[in-house]
C-alpha cells in the first residue's frame, strides 16, 4: 500500500517529498520517468527513514509549464494562484509578463502582479508601466522585500502560490522574508548584464500556514506558450476577447485578413500594437512547435 506526500523540491530526476505527518524523504522515480513537478501530490513506497520512491501521481488540478518547439519545463503543480514578481531594477520585460498571465489564463489560475524594491528611485516609472495591466483588470500589489510583506503574506492566504519571474527581481528575498526558515539564496544583481544572477536553481514548496504554501521558482528569461492552442491564444488576453466572433470570417487570424476585428481596434488605438504583435508571435511559436 502506497503512501501520499506532496513533492516541495525538484532536482531533475530526484526529489524530496513531505508526508502528512511532515516528514521529508528523498525521492526517486520508477525508471526515466521525470515528467513530475514541485506541488505534484504522489504515491510512494517508502524504503527506509531517507529514501522513497514514487509509484504513481493524483491528477492534477492545475500545472504551470513553459514549452517552446523543442522540450517542456514544468514549473509548479496544483497551484491556485501564480504571482508575477517584477521590480524597477533590473529592468522588466513587459513580454514576459504577458506571457506568464497568458500561462494563468489558460490554465485557470488566479494572477497577481507583484511591484518589488518599491521604495526605489526608479518605481515610478515601473508603476507608470504597470498601469496597462491594472487597466485590464489584473491585480497590482506593491511593496517593499526588505521593508514590509505583510501586503504578500495576506494575498498568498488560502492559495498555494507560485513565484515567477526574470531573475533579480527579489523572489528570494520575498521568500527568505516570508518564510525566515528558507534560507533562499539571495546574490547580489549584476548591473553590467542588467539582470540577476540565477540564484534559484530549483523549484521549492514552503508551506505558510496550514491553508496556504508557496513555491519559489528559478528566474526566467523566457516563456514558451507553444501547449496554448491557437484558439485559445487570443481568448486568453483580456483585451481582445470581447472583439472575438466580430471578425469577417471566423478562421480570422489577426493578419491582413479583411473585416478583422481586432486590427480594426488597433488602428482606432483600442488595443495597444505590441499586444497584437506578441499574439503574432505565439501564433508563430505554435506553429513552429507542431511542424518540428
Request: glycine letters at 8%; a neutral charge; one cysteine or more.
Amino acid at each position: 500500500m502506497s503512501d501520499t506526500a506532496t513533492i516541495v523540491t525538484s532536482h531533475g530526476r530526484a526529489y524530496i517529498v513531505e508526508m502528512a505527518d511532515g516528514r521529508r524523504l528523498s525521492a526517486t522515480t520508477r525508471g526515466k520517468k521525470t515528467d513530475y513537478a514541485c506541488g505534484d501530490e504522489v504515491g510512494i513506497k517508502v524504503l527506509n527513514g531517507e529514501q522513497a520512491v514514487i509509484e504513481t501521481l493524483t491528477p492534477r488540478r492545475s500545472l504551470l509549464y513553459r514549452s517552446d518547439q523543442w522540450r517542456e519545463k514544468l514549473i509548479a503543480a496544483n497551484v491556485s494562484q501564480i504571482a508575477v514578481v517584477i521590480a524597477p531594477v533590473p529592468s522588466f520585460s513587459e513580454e514576459l509578463i504577458g506571457r506568464c498571465l497568458i500561462a494563468a489564463e489558460a490554465g485557470d489560475i488566479a494572477p497577481l502582479i507583484v511591484l518589488n524594491k518599491n521604495d526605489l528611485p526608479e518605481a515610478g516609472e515601473a508603476r507608470e508601466k504597470l498601469t496597462f495591466w491594472r487597466e485590464l483588470g489584473y491585480p497590482v500589489l506593491e511593496l517593499s522585500a526588505k521593508q514590509d510583506v505583510a501586503p504578500l503574506r495576506a494575498a498568498l492566504a488560502g492559495h498555494t502560490s507560485v513565484l515567477v519571474g526574470q531573475s533579480g527581481m527579489g523572489k528570494s528575498t520575498l521568500t527568505n522574508a516570508l518564510v525566515p526558515a528558507a534560507n533562499a539564496r539571495v546574490n547580489e544583481i549584476s548591473i553590467a548584464l542588467d539582470s540577476g544572477k540565477h540564484t534559484t536553481t530549483h523549484a521549492t514548496l514552503y508551506r505558510l500556514d496550514a491553508g496556504s504554501a508557496l513555491i519559489d521558482s528559478p528566474g526566467l528569461q523566457s516563456f514558451g506558450l507553444a501547449h496554448v492552442g491557437a484558439d485559445a491564444l487570443p481568448h486568453a488576453m483580456p483585451e481582445l476577447r470581447p472583439l472575438l466572433g466580430h471578425c469577417r470570417f471566423h478562421n480570422c487570424r489577426h493578419r491582413a485578413e479583411p473585416g478583422c476585428a481586432i486590427r480594426a481596434a488597433v488602428d482606432a488605438g483600442e488595443v495597444r500594437p505590441d499586444r497584437l504583435a506578441l499574439l503574432h508571435r505565439l501564433q508563430d511559436e505554435l506553429a513552429a512547435a507542431q511542424s518540428y
